[in-house]
């Protein structure tokens, strides 16, 4: 069973930076290796953040390009999301889900992170 584990949100004022950390059981980055951050704020509909994959690299939402990296530590299974410069814009739940193919729906998610950016 895939499980992946989101942590690392909290409150943090405008223009300061956290690291989320997306845990993954088992070898689940070799049989799912596109890893994506999305992420929904009160009211509004999931929106895509950032994704990396083996094929193409990193992919960044344009809201974020610039502010946002993501990374991965094969060795840890954990992927990563450094956000800096933060926005009170940026305040949403953050979930992290893998994939197996980019023509295919993302297979399964965390139970996410809140984020809070005070300004």
Avoid: H
């Avoid at 930076?17 to 929904?40: E, H, M, N």
């Avoid at 840890?76 to 800096?84: R, S």
């Avoid at 410069?85 to 949403?92: G, N, R």
């Avoid at 953050?94 to 139970?111: E, F, H, I, P, T």
């Amino acid at each position: 069973q895939v499980q992946l584990v989101e942590s690392g949100g909290g409150l943090v004022q405008a223009g300061g930076s956290l690291r989320l950390s997306c845990a993954a059981s088992g070898s689940t980055f070799s049989t799912y290796p596109i890893v994506g951050w999305f992420r929904q704020a009160p009211g509004k509909e999931r929106e895509f953040v950032a994704s990396i994959t083996w094929i193409i690299g990193n992919t960044y939402a344009d809201s974020v390009k610039g502010r946002f990296t993501i990374s991965r530590d094969n060795g840890k299974n954990t992927v990563y999301l450094q956000m800096n410069s933060l926005k009170p814009e940026d305040t949403a739940v953050y979930y992290c889900a893998v994939r197996r193919r980019l023509n295919s729906d993302y297979d399964y998610w965390g139970q996410g992170t809140q984020v809070t950016v005070s300004s």
